[in-house]
């Protein structure tokens, strides 16, 4: 993995974290949520990215472009994200798990600047949104094959690392179970 990530980006502190990851088995079968085998050969990685902010305008450039499905598991409430799911076409299907608290919330409400956005708030909250009290990471998935990761960071599990937009049926469909699971639990 080390070595594909060596064509997208050139910093090469954050590879260095990576690949002591990578050593220590940090996405070995037995430690991972997303086991490096169980990903196809054949899946694209799109782009890396290194902050928070730049994986957050990627993902609302996916959402708003969303034709069929949005899937989404979230630890972060960005109202950038939130402004973007409210405004989806109504024809795509969106489920969302999210980690609850009292400051997502207000984050929620803070994105509402229309009586029509805050109509589909509550539909979205009614109909398609879980609450979870612990998600191990955040990621996006889309029309069938668009998927967004979130990465912590091995050294402080609390900060975000980097993201992955990957492309790929497999690893489309590896996420769709676990965030079935994950929906489907709450």
């Not at 937009?165 to 497999?170: D, P, Q």
């Amino acid at each position: 993995m080390v070595g594909s990530l060596k064509n997208y980006t050139s910093n090469p502190n954050k590879l260095d974290v990576l690949d002591d990851a990578i050593r220590k088995e940090l996405f070995s079968e037995e430690n991972s949520v997303f086991p490096i085998n169980d990903i196809e050969k054949e899946t694209e990685c799109l782009q890396v990215f290194y902050s928070l902010d730049a994986l957050t305008e990627e993902l609302v450039k996916q959402i708003k472009t969303a034709e069929e499905e949005l899937y989404m598991a979230s630890t972060y409430t960005e109202p950038r994200v939130v402004k973007a799911i409210l405004n989806t076409d109504k024809n795509v299907k969106v489920r969302l798990v999210a980690q609850v608290g009292r400051i997502a919330a207000v984050k929620r409400l803070q994105a509402i600047s229309s009586m029509g956005e805050l109509k589909r708030l509550i539909s979205l909250t009614n109909n398609t949104y879980r609450p979870s009290k612990d998600l191990p990471y955040s990621f996006a998935l889309k029309d069938h094959e668009y998927v967004g990761i979130e990465i912590r960071d091995p050294q402080n599990p609390e900060e975000f690392f980097m993201g992955l937009t990957l492309k790929g049926k497999e690893v489309y469909e590896f996420f769709l179970n676990k965030f079935t699971n994950l929906y489907d639990k709450e």
